[in-house]
């Protein structure tokens, strides 16, 4: 199993900036992907940005130029700064992470709680 702690979320004027972590901890053996995910009230949850183990990204089209997700390796733990804030921002977002674990054996989606992202106008 892998747990997600997720950490930063909060509520920021439209312009500002916040920066979420997520730390991935349990049987893992390998991280292949790492990113995060929003849903916004009434809406389908959506790909916010994702990091591979390559070191590919992928943004949300709405967020590239804004937001940027890096990677700490050592310490299993991926970011998303997010600047330039906007009232559309406004969601609770998902850290998720693909790996293979030892326990259970094989390869694996995890979500975290989520993190609520409130940005007033």
């Known amino acids: 199993q892998v747990q997600l702690v997720e950490s930063g979320g909060g509520l920021v004027q439209a312009g500002g900036s916040l920066r979420l972590s997520c730390a991935a901890s349990?049987?893992?053996?390998?991280?292949?992907?790492m990113g995060w995910y929003r849903q916004a009230p009434g809406k389908q949850r959506e790909l916010v940005a994702t990091?591979?183990?390559?070191?590919?990204?992928d943004y949300l089209d709405s967020v590239k130029g804004r937001f940027t997700i890096s990677r700490d390796n050592a310490k299993d733990t991926v970011y998303l700064q997010m600047n330039t804030l906007k009232p559309e921002d406004t969601a609770v977002y998902y850290c998720?992470?693909?790996?293979?674990?030892?326990?259970?054996?094989?390869?694996?989606?995890?979500w975290g709680q989520g993190t609520q992202v409130t940005v007033s106008s």
């Open positions: 990091l591979t183990s390559g070191g590919n990204t």
């Open positions: 998720y992470v693909r790996a293979i674990t030892y326990t259970p054996i094989g390869l694996n989606d995890y």
């Open positions: 349990g049987s893992i053996a390998s991280i292949n992907v």
